[in-house]
DNA sequence: TACTTCTGACATCAAGTGCTGTCAAAATCC
DNA sequence: GGATTTTGACAGCACTTGATGTCAGAAGTA
C-alpha cells in the first residue's frame, strides 16, 4: 500500500477496478477476513512477547508465528511499536477488567474487596504467566510511544483504587494530590511484587504474596482512618 | 588483542619483547591510563543512557562522547552489556549509600529514619536526575544479564529497609517471608513512584511523595505493632 | 636522533533490522 | 471454465549493529 490510509476497516466497499465492489472471499467479508488476520498476528505478537522478550518480537519472528507472511503484518500494524503497544493494551484490559469483576463481586465488604482484587491479580499471573510477563516485563524499556501507553494504563488502575477507597475516607482527610501519590504506591508495590514474582519463575507460595500486600493496604487504610470492620492483625 | 586475556588491569607488568617493561606515558603507568580510560567510558555510557536512553548507547556513541575510539571500548568492557550493567551498578552504589547515610545519620529516631531515606531518594532524583532515569527506567527491558544484576542490587535494597525494621519489631509476628514481601512492597512502592515522577518532569512537588510514601512506610509500621512515637495522622 | 610504544581514524565483516516490491499460484466468484 | 482477486513466498534495499583488524603517525624514551 503505497499511499492509501487504509487505517481501520471503515471502507470496505472500495472498488476495485470501476465498479466491482471487493465482496466476499471464502464465505466472508474482506473486513472480516481483514479482522481475522489482525486476530492471528495479534496474538502471534502476545505468544512471542511472553515467551521470548520484546526483542524476539521480529517482523519474520512474529509473522511466522501467526502462519502469515510480512505483508500482512504491515496490513494489520503500522509498524512494529504499534503491534507492541496493541499487545500490551490487551493484556492490560484483560487484567484489568478482571480485577474490577472481582472486587464488584464483593462490594460492601470493603475488606474482601481488597483481598478480591489482589488475589485475581496473582491468579492471573499464574493462569497465564506469559501474558503476565508482557504486562509486567516486557512492556518495559521499549520507547517513549510505549512509555505513554504504559502511563495511561497504570493511571486507570490508580483510579480504580482511588475509586473504591474514596467513598471510605473521612471526608478531607488528606489533600487529594497525596491521596493519588499513596494510589499509585500501593499499586507500585503490587506492580513490584508480580514483576519479582515472574521474575522469579512464581516459586513463592502466591497467598504469601497475597498476605503481604493485603498488609500493605490495610496499614495504609487504617492510617487514613478507613473502618474495615477488622481491627487485629491476621 | 586476539586471544590475550587482558581484563582486569593487574598484569601491567608484561614484557613487550624480551625484558623492556611497558612502563610509563605521558606520566603515568599504563594501568592508571587505562583506569582513565574505563572512567571516561564508563562516565559517557552514564551519560548517554541517562539522556537518551540505553538503545543510544551504541559502541561509537558511547566512544565518540568518551572522546575515545572503539578499540577502548572493548580494553573496558567486555561488551556492550557489560558496560550497561557497569553503568547501572554505579548509580545503584551511590544511591544505596546516599539513603544509607542519610537513614544513619538519623538513629535512635525511626520515625526520622524513614523520612530521611524516602527524602534522600527523591533527593537524588532532583539533584541528578540523568542518572537517576538510568538507576530507575532506563535499565529495564535489557536482557537477563541485567535483569539478574537489577534483582540483586534492588534486593540490597530490601535488605536495608528489613535490617532497619527488624530490630523494631515485636518478635515472631509474623513469618519472615512475609516480612519480607512487605519490605519488597514498600520497595516497589518507593521504586515505582520515583519511575512516575522521572518520567513525568518532576513536575509534581517533592513532598507530595515523600509524604506519600511515608504514609505508607508508617501504615505498615503501625499495623506490624512497630512504635515510632508518633499516633495521630499528620 | 633512533627506536619503541601507544594512539586514533578508519576499513571491514557478517548479521540482522524494518520495510517495500514483485510475481506466480491458489482460491474464489460468476 | 474463465476471469480476477487474494494470497504466500521471497528477493531486495538501505541501514545499523557489534565486533575486529589494519596501519600510519603521534608521543614518549633512551
Redesign the interface.
Known sequence: MPSSGSKSGANARVSTRDNRVSGRYAGKAAACRRQERYGKVLEAGIRIIGTQG??AATLRAVSREAGLTERYFYEAFENREALLIAAYQKIADEVLLCVRRAVMAQAADPLAMVQAGLQANFDYIAAAPDRARLLY???????PGM?RSL?LN?NRFADLILGLAQPLLPRD?R?P??L???A??????????S??WI?SGMR??RD??V???M??C????????VDLAETG?V
Open positions: 520484546h526483542e516485563i516486557e512492556c518495559l524499556g521499549i520507547g512509555d502511563g497504570l482527610i489533600p494530590a497525596e493519588r501519590v499513596m499509585r504506591g500501593v499499586l507500585g508495590a503490587v506492580v513490584y511484587l514483576q519479582q521474575r513463592q507460595p504469601e504474596l498476605n503481604g500486600s498488609e500493605i490495610l496499614g495504609l487504610a487504617q492510617r487514613l482512618g492483625p
